[in-house]
């Protein structure tokens, strides 16, 4: 019978007083950025079966598109570095739907992103689509935390992300609401989403902290990535 401990951080901030009826989760234990200074996490390639077989599959569920913006979501800033040495900060959405990583159309063309072709499957809410779709080879690098690295992260080049710029949260948000106080936002100049985490990067989803007072209120959450603001818009 084994037991596996959870991955927790060994850094928390001072709790508010328990009569503001915030409540302030910070877990103690090792760092995840002290147990993985660098994780490899690489996906198989899918090859196209040979002239007249049939294609193998690489199932890639990705959540639905997103019309209203009414609610702050899991965005974090972080550095992407490609292959040809370029590097950018960009946002990511973190999507527990999704069992792959994704980043836009847009980002690859503008960074000229190198990619190959796998025939994948791409399943949406009530929709599926098979073919051949570029993938890139990235490596993710936290802005806050130098040994969390992700590195050969596949990510499949979509159209357009289920993401919009309203749902991104910034140091200005966090600063109206007293029970945040020491939540450290990494504001961008872009207001675009260029890049959607699937659970196809467990680690990322980690969570050191979190910050919430009531149901109608957003709650901070802090990764390995920073802080994010996740709840309604208000």
Not at 110 to 115: A, C
């Amino acid at each position: 019978l084994m037991h596996a401990a959870p991955l927790t951080s060994q850094t928390s901030s001072s709790s508010p007083s328990s009569s503001s009826g915030v409540v302030n989760v910070a877990p103690a234990g090792p760092s995840l950025g002290v147990q993985n200074r660098l994780l490899q996490l690489s996906g198989t390639q899918v090859e196209p079966a040979p002239t007249g077989g049939i294609p193998q599959e690489n199932p890639v569920n990705i959540s639905a598109v997103v019309s209203n913006v009414d609610c702050f979501r899991p965005i974090y800033a972080m550095q992407v570095s490609l292959p040809n040495g370029a590097s950018t900060a960009v946002y990511g959405l973190y999507d527990t739907g999704s069992n792959k990583t994704l980043i836009s159309r847009k980002f690859q063309r503008e960074f000229g992103v190198p990619t190959r072709q796998q025939f994948v499957t791409l399943n949406g809410l009530g929709s599926s689509s098979s073919g051949q779709r570029d993938v890139a080879t990235l490596t993710l690098k936290s802005l806050v935390d130098p040994q969390m690295v992700i590195a050969d992260v596949e990510a499949y080049v979509v159209d357009s992300l289920p993401v919009k710029p309203g749902h991104i949260a910034c140091q200005s948000h966090v600063d109206k609401y007293d029970y945040m106080e020491g939540v450290d936002m990494i504001d961008l100049p872009s207001n675009e989403v260029s890049l959607l985490i699937g659970t196809d990067l467990a680690p990322a989803f980690v969570h050191y902290e979190a910050r919430l007072i009531n149901r109608s209120s957003p709650v901070a959450l802090r990764s390995p990535f920073g802080w994010s603001l996740m709840g309604p818009i208000e």
